[in-house]
């Protein structure tokens, strides 16, 4: 995910210190890792450099320095294109899956077994995802349902390569 | 569960602009719905054959009715043309005439037609069907007579025919194979000997094929008859060439998705109903040439066809052949109707039209309006019968099919009054009921007909029955049979009765010889006759069975006056008085050759009784010992005879003693009351009729049953699934029939009643409900309900097993 | 496994449809409350896992036991009185009665068991409330959409308050949105009343609703609780 891009969309919407941008980010994408200030601080830094953002006012108090961001015309042209580029879909092309598979198979392990405990762990992993969605709200739901489909398409792939396996075992051993 | 299957609320799709349609479009479409039915599968196999089965059922039917008149037709000549009528003035004997003597006579319950012959010349005209005149002591046979005499049945009769059997009749002298009939030859001293005989010099009636006008009431009858009979049948082809038609449907929804517009889809479907009736007509048409086999072997009410007799009649046939198929296509296009085939499936109106009750109605009112005006004024001799006819067959009909077009009005709103109450099965069937009654009340409308017209006919029939049932005086427990046994002097009248007495089976033989009596002085009123009694010669035993005397010895002679003619003890037959016993050849007493017999002094005046036969006889009763029954000049004999009951076929013995004294000779049996046999014929016939269309409206409601629950397999594996009983089940079906036939046997009941009214007013007789009529077709509607629930059950139950679950 | 306190038990289940073998020596069982998905590719002998658990279909050897009682030698009376009482069922479709509004057909069960039709109807409606389908109550099945039809179904496998539901695909005919929504219906309906769930289904998101999972291959049957 790129930090930078999902900073300079949440500046869009006015002026913030750095420590209300972290609070943003956290509560609408930080479900899993929270940001840690120093990143925040690091990435607005590289955005003043290339000039995607300005310093909007600098608040002097007791406690730490606090800078006001926004956002400059170069750092919505920037945004723009960065939401109007499409992501590259991944072609998952590099498995450990697979190769586990063909490794079992290989040194006469049980591969089924192998796919079996898988298929547990996704599955262990779908229940706590669908157990987050039943309690979430919609931005809950929609992230979950996004690791879901993806978790079930992995299993989809257990499954038909479960029922491959035979077939798989000749072609690795000839 | 499928949601788009049946979504509501849709609007059947707007009509589009319909397109001007080319006669080779229609042709295409016609003929794939024809491929259709053949090529799609085993499904529409199985509907097409259903089909072709049932309207098949329907066209032999029709077939057959469409070859009764031809069949009567070509057996009336054939009889017309074997008629051996005497008239007043036998023709003088000459080459040509042949002398004739009715010979029928009854073995066990069958009558036996029989001539006796002997040919005046060397030219004698012959009857159809035999090559030349039976010389004295042969005989022709018709076939079904060979064979009962050459059968174990026939022992007894073969004793009768002292004849020798030189062939067998041919068709063309027969009426029917089952015909029983034979011509034997006796020589004219036999004939001399006694036997009521004529002359004829030629064979056959003058009328023949000159068809008498029909009676107005018997036409009434005919045209009512056959609405009662075929409508049944007309509607059981209509319901035939429903059969499927969900699975059709949703096959025509296929096609749409393919891109079919709906008028190609009605087409397509009117091609496969086509098709499915097309095919029928080749099996109706090969279940009537194997029906006509078999009718040409069976005796149905003592009638009998040949097979070849049986040839349906040209116009009709091709009515039938053009009318099945266009009802097939016709019904088809009505029933798709009333649903939109839409490519992802079927959709019923959401909210089907109610049924409207206007037309419904005035079809049973116009027929009661048409019947009304012609009540008590219906009688052959009334004039315009003809017109009255018409109107009256109108009206019926029209009542009837009223009756039947009210019936899906009434199970509908019947139905819909239900409103899920009751227990489950019970639910269940309503429920069913609501969402489609149209197939059961479309199944159950044939019912309606059938009875409703056979309890209206039936009440006609007993009311008139009733008055033809008369008690006829006879009494069955003082004598069995009675016979006239012609004889030409009172001695041989003495010879009859012993012979009777010594023949098996008689127990007893009141016999008594009769002849006439006149007074030797003129009638005062009219003096140009002789006042006439007559003179009965019979023994004390026989004498008691005939006049109410307390003793009785043989040199007795009583006296009964008849009191119609003279009054009280006016007539000449008194005490002492002299009668004469001459009578000349025209039958008129004969004073110039007068014989003279006086009647004893000691006579006494007794009172009548009924006798066995019914008759009260009056006159001079005389023992034996009072006068010498040889004395009579022109007696007749009367036999009547006590038989012992543990002899089997005493009767028979007994016509065969008779046979021997006169093969003219029929003996009578005596019953306290008679019946007209046609009318219990017409009872039978109805009943059978009736019955045989409730069996075939059960075969239409087993086959949609079965449908309905084929269709729903799934659901009921489920049903199974969740614990429902299987009794459960069956009841839903049972309630699910009945409550549809038990709608129409009432329905039918009242219009049954309604016009068996309006038919007893319109010829004038006293209302009368048959009850027994009624309960017997109310069983016989219970019975179908029972038979459709029963053969229902084996496949629900083999269809209630969870293998239905499985989806792979 | 079969670990004390377990409601529905079956051991070494053997059943041949014909010459194909369907099951050949599952295992299984589940407690109380519990929701087991049966998971497995198509033909691998789950449906068949489940009508023999269900008393459906007689297994031709093999035992199941409910509650105590050993279901292959009850007579099939007796299994179908089970059914009637302690067990609920929602298949893929093809289950309503179509004649039926969807309120009689929820009430249907409590009938069957001999329910009075006021009472049994208030109960359904109760229960279609729940599933939020109050609203198509007087509706006839044709005449509702295919997510409510399938909540419609599962009121009725839950009006009677049995023990195990058992569910074939109870989402197989519906899109993503109404198949959850169903599942959650049903799972969460199910574990507030204690009710067992039987879960056959194909699919992995539907089978994240259970709390483990079976998995059927070659008739056999595989827990995968104890598998890490």
Redesign the interface.
Known sequence: MSIGHTLLGLLEGGPRHGYDLKRAFDERFGHDRPLHYGQVYSTMSRLLKNGLVEVDGIEHGGGPERKRYAITDAGITDVEHWLTQPEKPEPYLQSVLYTKVVIALLTGRDAADLLDVQRAEHLRLMRDLTQRKRGGDLSDQLICDHALFHLEADLRWLELTAARLGQLAKAVRS | ???H?????QDAPAEEPRPRVSVARWAADLAMGARFAVTGGRESWARTIMTAVGVGLGVALLLLASSVPTAYALRGERSDARAALGFQEDPKPGPDTIRLGQASTTYRDQDIDGLVMAPDGDSPPKPPGISHIPGPGQMWVSPALKKLLDSDDGELLRERFPYRTIGTISHDGLSGPSDLRYYAGLSHKTFDRGIADYRIDRWGTKNAGKPNPLDPALLLLIIVGCVVLLLPVVIFIATAARFGGERRDRRLAALRLVGADTHMTRRIAAGESLFGSLLGLAVGTALFLLGREIIGGVEVWGVSFFSSDIVPSTPLALAVAVAVPASAVIVTLVALRGIAIEPLGVVRN?APKRRRLWWRLLLPLLGLALLLPLAGGFGSGSAGGDRKAYQAAAGAVLLLIGVTALLPWVVEAVVERFG??GS?PW??AT??L??SSGTASRAVSGITVAVAGAIAIQMLFATVQDQNTERTGQDPHRAQLMANVPVADGAQARDAFARYRATKGVRDVLGVTEDYVSDVHRDKDDPSTYPEESLTVADCTSLREVIRITSCENGDVFLVDSPSYYGEGAGFAKPGAQVNLSFDDEGEPDLSRKKLWTIPASATKVKPRQDPTGGERTGIFATPGAFDVADLPDPRAVAMIRLDTSVPDATEYVRNASAVLSPTMDVMRLSSTSQSEEFTVIRKALFIGATATLLLIGASMIVTTLEQLRE?K??LS????????RT?LSWSVLWQTAIPVVLGLALSIAGGLALGVMLLKMVGQPLAVDWTGLATMTGVGGGVILLVTLVSLPPLWRMMR??G???? | MTPAGSLLIATSLHKT?GHTPALEGADFSIHPGEVVAVMGP??SGK??LL?CL?G??KPDSGSVHYNGRELTSLSD?ER??????E???V???????????CV?NVA??L??NGTR?KEAEARASAWMERLEVADVAH????????GQ??RV?VAR?LVTGPRVL?A?EPTG?LDSLNGERVMELLTEAARESRTAVVLVTHEARVAAYSDREVVVRDGKARDMAGVR
């Not at chain 2, 679950?805 to 792979?808: A, S």
């Not at chain 3, 179908?80 to 009482?85: E, F, N």
């Not at chain 3, 509706?139 to 295919?146: D, F, L």
Request: proline letters at 5%; hydrophobic letters at 35%.
């Open positions: 569960m499928s949601g299957d049946a979504i509501s609320g959401a899920g109450r489950v639910q269940l429920r069913r609501q969402l729903r799934r659901l489920v049903l199974v699934a969740f614990g429902t009983r459960t969870p293998e679950l499985r989806t792979e | 449809y198509s033909g449906s068949t009508h269900a459906i279909v009376a179908s009185g089970l059914r009637r009482g067990f609920g069922f298949f893929q479709f093809g289950q309503l009665v179509p004649e039926l509004s009689e249907l069960p009938r069957l039709r509706k006839r099945p044709g005449e509702v959409s295919g039809g399938q179904a496998s058992f074939d005919a």
